[in-house]
């Protein structure tokens, strides 16, 4: 084996009383992609921050090609040729893709190198099938182009080693296959990868090597990734071993939520065409479907934050008329958004404050206007409880919590309220697979006390396990409905891309 | 080298102890200037302190000038909670006055003409607050600068008055009409100025913790101020909302003014408000937005007033400094804030 291009030794970092990373070893050779697993919470992106610059470690030193380096800064990190993606891009929305790239590199005499900087930009975008057009403002690039530019960015400023935290949270299946043949190339050429996920397939199917965190420290070592088992890493990052949850037969009743013809006009990017669906009670309907074909339209009239332009929907038999959040709740639907961060959570107040944010109207947490605080409190407390949140009390700032812990959190505030109908979006994006476990189970439970679930999600081996019937949306449209025990991944891809549609 | 690394904790103390902090670094600096104009920096502060807090007069006195900062502070708090940046304090303070001088020069009982003239002023203010608040829902227009133009638009238009209908025709001083006699405030403690609207502020303060701590509106205004998304998500109307802070932030503001007219000034004039509605922005970030922490960063700033002056006739420093007292620890509070977020860390230095 080649000598390793970073070694990261013994690195301890704690944040007041809690050690997110404790005496940790890991290196990565030229060409090696190196998966780094754990749950969440375990320390990844810690320790990444500290390869990165963005946090000093309490101990521990950083080697790169052999030789110590100090990283006290982003600039320090990229000097050493380390690169990050972060999970949340680092962009200048308004600036095109080419003046995103060429920010903060001189060019000769201050002045901007436009003609250098498209050469290179070509040159990457073939060398590794990372193409972009330099001229688009980054505010028009998806997700999946914005983040090809984050990795573009770093490969233009000399990266050696490119660290990904959890890049495929927020890409479709077709551009994980893209983003996974890009990093494969980049490695042949000797770069080395540090890549972070959730998904144990993907992990398998991409690593050399993997590097498993539990509670701040390293848990073990797999040296043969695509040859270890899922449940074997799931057992490494746990402690324990992971079952899934077992979907038994379903016993469908009255349909507790009817969309009849909605349509909505494009004004988010995105529009539904007449869409028509029935979901009953006690059973787990999956919505598929390359994002952007509609799913979050759909997502948002049913949470009645958008009045489509026609059509009907009816909760627990009863119309709705009026398409707000208040309304869609005060007739029995549950709502968990696509966004924790964003629309989920108010992430500088406390989190009993989140929690409590949809009801905070109804007698349960006021009354003629006054607060009532005891109760705010003892329902949060009775939630951290009951759903294992892990913080320390209600009065935490919710940014504080985990991604998995967030998760949690929200499907407390809805379950708790026993709703008829419960609409999800992506559930257990960013969750690890015991947060996942936990999740689904929930609503496994809630199916069979007769709670109708739709599930919106991209994840398709996550849709079959759990839902009964899978629709699949496609352009605004539902273009075919399969029951799960018809379908297969193979038969949803093709819908998803329109195929059986047209047809 | 020093750098700033992300703060993952702010203990409490360090919250409590901030403002003092600033106050600290602020008296510092300016004791350069003091030097500067040839003056002892420990006896100008002394002459400073005698002169505002030192006997029960000079309290009295700082009360009086504390009681409109207060209310101008309390309406920036409230706005800025919700992220309705309303800088407008002051020109919602000169419409207050306005319609509370109009109204306390109708006839009337001096009870009912004093209650007239708070709901005239509070209306007055709200509705000036009301027009950025409305431009930036409807049409998104920064509220920062038009609540920032209005205070000259609310300024010429007082101007306008009392130059015009309202001069004074017998000395042809730009002066308003008197408030009628019966309108004016009682005075609390004889012999000094401490007027009854000083007490309403002291007790505003309290309510409109209140109303931000444990109401539902007060919740609301939180919730939007931090995360208009999730708020929207949760069913709150964010626009309302935002209305909402805006009617209750100049109506705060409009009471600066009611006070100035119906308990210092009894009448309108040019220089009615000094600036406490610019004042009140320094009160609310020394008070750290919290309606409670307004009294004494108020009552601060109003001692640095009165003492300022004092100090001007007993040492020669020019009275400005009572400016750049205020400039200065609005800045420094600005810094102070910064280290709630980050620390220090020093790097480079090997261990
Ligand atoms: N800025 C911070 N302040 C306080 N605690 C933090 C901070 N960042 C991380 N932590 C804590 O450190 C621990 C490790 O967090 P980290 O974000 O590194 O986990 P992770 O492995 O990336 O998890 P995930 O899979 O959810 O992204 C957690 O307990 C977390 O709460
Ligand atoms: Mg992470």
Redesign the pocket.
């Known amino acids: 084996m080649s000598a390793p291009l970073i070694e990261m030794r013994g690195i301890t970092k704690s944040f007041g009383a809690v050690k997110a990373n404790e005496a940790v070893d890991l290196s990565v050779a030229p060409g090696e992609i190196l998966g780094l697993l754990g749950e969440n919470g375990a320390g990844?992106?810690t320790l990444m921050n500290v390869l990165f610059g963005a946090y000093a470690p309490d101990a521990g030193e950083i080697l790169v090609q052999g030789q110590p380096v100090r990283i006290t800064s982003s600039a320090d990190a990229l000097a050493a040729g380390i690169g990050m993606v972060h999970?949340h891009f680092h962009l200048a929305p308004r600036l095109t893709v080419l003046e995103n790239l060429l920010i903060g590199i001189p060019g000769k005499g201050g002045r901007i190198d436009r003609a250098g900087g498209l050469a290179r930009l070509a040159e990457i975008g073939r060398q590794h099938g990372l193409t972009l057009d330099p001229d688009l403002p980054v505010s028009a690039l998806s997700v999946g182009e914005q983040q090809r530019l984050e990795i573009v960015k770093a490969l233009f400023r000399g990266a050696r080693l490119l660290i990904l935290?959890?890049p495929t949270a927020v890409l479709a299946p077709s551009e994980v296959d893209r983003l996974f043949s890009a990093l494969r190339s980049m490695a042949a050429q000797g770069l080395g990868i540090i890549f972070?996920s959730h998904k144990l397939n993907e992990v398998r199917a991409l690593t050399h090597r993997c590097t498993v965190l539990r509670h701040g420290r390293v848990a073990g070592r797999v040296d043969d990734p695509a040859n270890t088992t899922s449940a074997a890493m799931a057992q490494l990052m746990c402690g324990h071993e992971i079952v899934p949850p077992a979907r038994g037969p379903s016993t469908p009743g009255e349909a507790v939520l009817t969309l009849d013809g909605i349509s909505t006009s494009n004004h988010a990017g995105t529009v539904l065409r007449g869409v028509s669906l029935a979901v009953r009670s006690g059973e787990i309907l999956g919505i598929a479907g390359v994002s952007g074909n509609g799913q979050r339209a759909l997502a948002e009239v049913i949470s009645g934050v958008r009045s489509p332009d026609a059509g009907r929907m009816t909760i627990a038999g009863q119309t709705v008329s009026r398409f707000s959040p208040r309304e869609v709740q005060a007739l029995g639907l549950g709502r968990i958004p696509e966004d924790r961060m964003t629309t989920g959570l108010v992430t500088n107040l406390p989190l009993a404050d989140s929690m409590v944010l949809p009801r905070i109207g109804t007698a349960a947490f006021s009354s003629k206007g006054l607060l009532k605080p005891d109760a705010i409190r003892t329902f949060a407390e009775e939630q951290i409880k009951a759903y294992d949140i892990r913080c320390p009390g209600p009065m935490t700032r919710a940014g504080a919590l985990s991604?998995g812990n967030l998760q949690k959190a929200l499907l407390a505030r809805e379950l708790a309220f026993d709703p008829k109908v419960l609409i999800v979006s992506q559930p257990t994006r960013g969750l690890d697979i015991g947060a996942a476990r936990f999740i689904h189970e929930k609503f496994l439970d809630m199916r069979a006390k007769g709670c109708g679930i739709i599930v919106i999600g991209e994840d398709l081996e996550e849709l079959l396990v759990l839902c009964d019937r899978i629709a699949v949306m496609y352009e605004g449209r539902i273009v075919g409905t399969l029951d799960s025990a018809d379908a297969t991944i193979a038969r949803l891809g093709l819908l998803m891309t329109g195929a059986e549609g047209r047809a | 080298m020093f750098r700033l690394e992300v703060r993952t904790s702010t203990p409490t103390w360090f919250n409590l102890a901030l403002p003092l902090l600033a106050i600290a670094a602020t008296l510092v600096l300016c004791s350069g200037l003091i030097a500067l104009a040839g003056a002892g920096i420990l006896e100008s502060y002394g002459v400073m302190f005698t002169a505002s807090l030192g006997d029960s007069y000079a309290i009295t006195e700082t009360l009086v000038r504390a009681a409109p900062m207060i209310f101008t502070g309390l309406a920036v708090a409230v706005a800025f909670r919700a992220k309705f940046w309303n800088i407008g304090a002051e020109g919602q303070l000169l419409a207050g006055a306005v319609a509370s001088c109009f109204v306390g020069a109708i006839p009337m009982p001096g009870a009912l003409a004093m209650l007239l003239m708070a709901i005239a002023g509070a209306a007055a203010g709200a509705a000036v607050a009301l027009a950025p608040a409305t431009l930036r829902v409807k049409f998104k227009v920064d509220d920062v600068v038009s609540s920032l133009l209005l205070n000259s638009v609310i300024y010429y238009a007082l101007m306008a008055l009392i130059e015009g209908p309202w001069k004074d025709s017998f000395s042809g001083y730009p002066i308003s009409p008197p408030i009628e006699d019966s309108a004016n405030f009682p005075v609390l403690i004889e012999g000094t100025r401490l007027h009854l609207g000083v007490i309403v502020a002291l007790i505003a303060a309290p309510l409109i913790w209140f109303l931000i701590a444990r109401t539902t509106l007060g919740f609301r205004i939180r919730v939007t101020g931090e995360n208009p998304e999730a708020a929207r998500y949760g069913g709150i109307h964010v626009e309302r909302v935002l209305l909402s802070t805006a009617l209750l932030s100049g109506a705060l503001a409009g009471l600066a003014g009611v006070g100035e007219v119906g308990g210092v000034h009894f009448q309108v004039m040019s220089d009615i408000s000094p600036g406490y509605g610019y004042s009140g922005i320094v009160v609310a970030m020394l008070a750290r937005l919290n309606p409670l922490g307004v009294v004494p960063a108020a009552i601060f700033l109003a001692a640095v007033m009165t003492g300022a002056e004092a100090m001007s006739r007993a040492t020669g420093v020019p009275a400005f400094l009572s400016d750049v007292i205020q400039g200065t620890a609005l800045l420094a509070m600005l810094v102070a804030l910064l280290f709630t977020a980050y620390r220090i860390r020093r790097v480079g230095v090997a261990t």
Do not use: A, P, S, V
Request: aromatic share 0%.
């Open positions: 990844k992106t999970q935290d959890e972070i991604g």
